[in-house]
């Protein structure tokens, strides 16, 4: 994987939807603080499927996308509370557990939302789909990727107002993966598809 062209697609994104990012991650913030959390999962699924439109059709993100897949509230919500309960348990066995759940789960479901709402997959199939994504070779591209993730969005959280650009840039960042990785899948099936259908019998 090329990490470099990946990052430098991230902040290209990020410096050409600057203004309209910043107002759609700043409106994602208030909401989510005014909901206390509840509208998080929901809204991140809006939020990200606006800038993988943006990545594909060069469309500005509106603040009205934050909204467009509500009708994966509960889903998404039930997941939200699962994962908290699983971080949760895992920091309680001091800071390290907890770390390596989270970052586990970064790993395995890293393009779970992008694939509900850019392909329509139910929660259990979209799991299955991220891990497998997740899971190919070489999965050490995986675990830099979901480290970097986590490090830029640990980043936004700790620094003042710095979640006005690293969530943009590692969402970016993410989609940018997330294309490469829909690429290889589709251009794997083929192969797949290729070297498995038996040849025509001769014609007489």
Known sequence: MDFKKHFE???????????????????????????????????TAGYMQSLLRAQREGRPPEIRDLFSQMSLFLPLFGFFVLVMIMTGIGFMFLVLPGLAVALFIIFATLYMIPLMTDKDRGIMDALKESWEMATREPITDQIVISV???????????????????????MFLLLSVYEERLQGRSGRKNIEHTTTTPPPPPTP
């Open 148 to 170: 970097a993730y986590l490090v830029i969005m640990s980043l936004g959280g700790s620094v003042p107002f710095a979640i006005l650009i690293t969530q943009p840039f590692a």
């Open 9 to 43: 697609t991230a902040w290209q994104n990020t410096l050409k939807f600057i203004g309209p990012v910043l107002l759609l991650t700043l409106v994602q913030v208030i909401i989510v603080l005014f909901s206390l959390g509840i509208l998080a999962p929901v809204t």
